[in-house]
Nanobody, 123 residues
Framework: VQLQASGGGLVQAGGSLRLSCTAS????????MGWFRQAPGKEREFVGV????????YYADSVKGRFTISRDNAKNTVYLQMNSLKPEDTAVYYC?????????????????WGQGTLVTVSS
């Protein structure tokens, strides 16, 4: 499956952005979908995950209460709503699909990756 992430950009601290990730296949609805991010010079880190049905979500502590993941299986799309953005949220954000549906929190648990979209938060 091919994943296409979009919605990144430049935003001031305290602002909001919504990222989207659209999949090429209808089997999208059978995958858990995760979001990760990678800042310059740092490892790729887990942001959050949503179950295949949308019934469960899990977030990294660093974004809990500020970020929300949702999905629309009819549109083969998952979203990452980011509020109260901080400069430390600056990174390339990636969406990923997990066939095993394990609500994975590590990059190694994901089978397909999007190309990434850059989010820059200015102070």
């Amino acid at each position: 499956v091919q994943l296409q992430a979009s919605g990144g950009g430049l935003v001031q601290a305290g602002g909001s952005l919504r990222l989207s990730c659209t999949a090429s296949r209808r089997t999208f609805s059978s995958y858990d979908m995760g979001w990760f991010r990678q800042a310059p010079g740092k490892e790729r880190e887990f942001v959050g995950v949503i179950s295949w049905s949308g019934g469960s979500t899990y977030y990294a502590d660093s974004v809990k209460g500020r970020f929300t993941i949702s999905r629309d299986n009819a549109k083969n799309t998952v979203y990452l709503q980011m509020n109260s953005l901080k400069p430390e949220d600056t990174a390339v954000y990636y969406c990923a699909a997990d066939r095993r549906r394990a609500l994975g929190v590590t990059r190694y648990e994901y089978d397909y990756w999007g190309q990434g979209t850059l989010v820059t938060v200015s102070s």
